[in-house]
């Protein structure tokens, strides 16, 4: 496999390894651990950013039209989400049931968990929001796609998604985000990660990230890394959510717009640039063809391992120094991943359509010279 063909595997991976250590360093970060809140801040400041900006830089126009392209999308993006919520569900009812507190209260309380999926939230798949909100934020790039053909309107509506946050401010606590309109549908976090994803469009138009020669990357990746450890935690909000302080674009909380933007960019910059470098093996391939499966199966991991893991590992065990915080993140997230590979390649085998796979659309038969005229992204 080719450099060219490995990097954007070696990115997701990178991407998805982070969502799985920092959901897990963030459950120390829950327990009152510094070292948990800075690991996990330092992590939220660009992974979800660099996966939308990646997303935005391989789009490309396959001339659907609307109901064409709502059904792929619902294909690829919701029936995983609606999936793994269904299956939340009934884990979560069997776990009741398995401690003997299942019953009609408690069955109620998940059923209101089952129907937030109308709103968008998939509350029993948590990490699924990014998939949700991914759908969002191609919703409104395919809507815009013909205005935006003119790079110039396509920095417009860079600029004007961005200022929408501004606009909107989101002040509202996370338990109270589910009842509020700007949360249907993931609606504010979907404005921010449209910037990011027209950045990615526009990178891709302008040659931003072409392949350059190893030196160059070498200093592009560190120069961008060392820029980020200096300002990622410039970022002290105010965030109005209860006990978030840190920026976490699904939840709306953006803090200081000009550093949760610009943090985003240059953490994206850095994968974009250092996935070039790093080895690509047959592990990294497997992560980054199956990220967004990890992703929601992380859900589970977040909602019921790793926390009270944390707790056992941090009070139980008294593991609270940052050394003893890395490593047991660290370790964490590898057995994670040992658990979680084999039944996401599982569901790609027997179970394709719930990882969201489509079929290829059909060639159109065109002449030769017009197919070397074909755009790569319209």
Known sequence: MSERLAWPYV???????????????GS?????????HTQMKFLATFVVAGFFMLAG????????????????????RLVPVLFFHVVGFGVAALALLATGRLNGKTMLA???????????????????????????????????RKVTLGTPWLVVSIVAFGLAT????????????????????????????????????????LDLFAERSRGVTWVVSLVSLAVLLLIFDRNQGPFPQSRLDMPLLGLSAFGQLGWFYLTGVV??????????????????????????????????????ID??????????????????????????????????????????????????????????PVAAPAAAALPVEG
């Open 11 to 25: 990115f997701r991976a990178w991407g998805i390894i982070g969502v799985y250590y920092g959901h897990l360093v």
């Open 28 to 36: 120390y970060w829950l327990l009152g651990s510094r070292a948990g």
């Open 57 to 76: 830089f391989f789009y490309r126009d396959r001339g659907l039209s609307f109901p064409g392209f709502l059904a792929r999308q619902w294909r690829m």
């Open 110 to 144: 998940l059923g209101k968990l089952l129907l937030s999926i109308v709103a968008g939230w998939p509350m029993l798949a948590a990490v699924g929001w990014f998939l949700v909100c991914l759908f969002m934020v191609e919703l409104f790039h395919f809507l815009l």
């Open 166 to 205: 501004w606009a909107l401010p989101f002040e509202v606590k996370a338990e109270q985000q589910l009842y509020h309109w700007q949360s249907w549908w993931l609606l504010t976090p979907a404005l921010a990660g449209t910037v990011f994803y027209q950045l990615g469009v526009l990178a891709r138009r």
């Open 267 to 304: 953490g994206s910059v850095f994968l974009f640039f250092a996935s070039r470098l790093m080895p690509a093996g047959r592990v990294m391939r497997v992560l980054g063809e199956n990220s967004l499966l990890l992703m929601c199966l992380n859900s589970y991991f977040l909602l019921w």
């Open 307 to 364: 926390r009270p893991l944390a707790a056992w590992l941090y009070n139980g065990l008294g593991w609270q120094s940052t050394l003893a915080i890395t490593l047991s993140t660290a370790v964490g997230t590898v057995l994670s991943f040992l658990i979680a590979i084999p039944v996401v390649l599982a569901i790609r085998r027997w179970l394709p359509w719930a990882g969201g796979e489509v079929r290829a659309p059909r060639p159109v």
